[in-house]
C-alpha cells in the first residue's frame, strides 16, 4: 500500500488567494482527519471524516477553511481566501478505525 | 474542554540511557493513548499505543504506562541510540484524539 497521499507536497501562494489541498486516504481506512501543524499551535485536529460524513469540525479555525470527502478515497481542504497566518504543515491521516492513525507526508503552505 | 499536557519540552539524555516523557489529561472518557515519533521535516508516525484496559505496554526498547486515577501516563525509552532523536507526541482520547505539545529528544553522543 502506498499510505496516505497528500498534493501538493509545498504550496506558496499569495495572501486572497484560494488554496486547496488533497488526500488520498490508505484503502479500506473509513476515518479521515486533516490537521494542521505549527510552532506556536502544535498539532491540531481540523475537522474528521467517518464514511465519507463529517463528524467533527470544530477544529476548523474560521469560515475560510472548508473540507469535503465526495468519495471514500479523496478529501480536500479549501482556504478561502488565504491569509500569511494560515502558513503551517498540513497533515491528512487515516484509520481503519478512529485509532490508529497514519499519516500522510504533509503540505507545507506558505501564504505570503 | 479536552486537554493533553505533556512535559518535558525538551530532552537530553546521555547515549544508552533511559528517557522518560510524561503526559496528563482532562477527559475521563479519554480510551486511547498512542504515542507518535517526528523526524525533523517528517510526518509523525506512530510507535507504540496503550488502551484504557492495560496499564502497562512493552515493545523493545519503548514501553508505556497508564494511570488512569490519576490520568497520567508515560513513555519510558531504554538504551537510548542516536537515532531516537526527534520529536515525541503523546495523545489522548476516545472518539477523537488531542496531541500533546511535544517533547524535542536529543541523544548525546
Known amino acids: 500500500d502506498a499510505g496516505v497521499i497528500q498534493s501538493p507536497r509545498h504550496e506558496v501562494t499569495e495572501m486572497g488567494q484560494e488554496v486547496t489541498l488533497r488526500c488520498k486516504p490508505i484503502?479500506?481506512?473509513?476515518?479521515l482527519f486533516w490537521y494542521r501543524q505549527t510552532m506556536m499551535r502544535g498539532l491540531e485536529l481540523l475537522i474528521y471524516?467517518?464514511?465519507?460524513?463529517?463528524?467533527?469540525d470544530s477544529g476548523m479555525p474560521e469560515d475560510r477553511f472548508s473540507a469535503k470527502m465526495p468519495n471514500a478515497s479523496f478529501s480536500t481542504l479549501k482556504i478561502q481566501p488565504s491569509e500569511p497566518r494560515d502558513s503551517a504543515v498540513y497533515f491528512c491521516?487515516?484509520?481503519?478505525?478512529?485509532?490508529?492513525?497514519?499519516f500522510g507526508p504533509g503540505t507545507r503552505l506558505t501564504v505570503t | 474542554g479536552e486537554n493533553v499536557e505533556q512535559h518535558p519540552s525538551t530532552l537530553s539524555v546521555q547515549e544508552g540511557d533511559s528517557a522518560v516523557i510524561k503526559c496528563t489529561y482532562s477527559d475521563s472518557a479519554s480510551n486511547y493513548f498512542p504515542w507518535y515519533k517526528q523526524e525533523l521535516g517528517k510526518r509523525p508516525q506512530l510507535i507504540i499505543d496503550i488502551r484504557s484496559n492495560v496499564g502497562e505496554k512493552k515493545d523493545q526498547r519503548i514501553a508505556v504506562t497508564l494511570n488512569k486515577t490519576a490520568k497520567h501516563f508515560s513513555l519510558h525509552i531504554t538504551e537510548t541510540q542516536p537515532e531516537d532523536s526527534a520529536v515525541y507526541f503523546c495523545a489522548g482520547g476516545a472518539s477523537k484524539i488531542i496531541f500533546g505539545s511535544g517533547t524535542r529528544l536529543s541523544i548525546r553522543p
Open positions: 484503502s479500506g481506512h473509513d476515518y
Open positions: 471524516f467517518n464514511n465519507n460524513v463529517p463528524i467533527d
Open positions: 491521516a487515516s484509520s481503519l478505525t478512529s485509532y490508529e492513525q497514519y
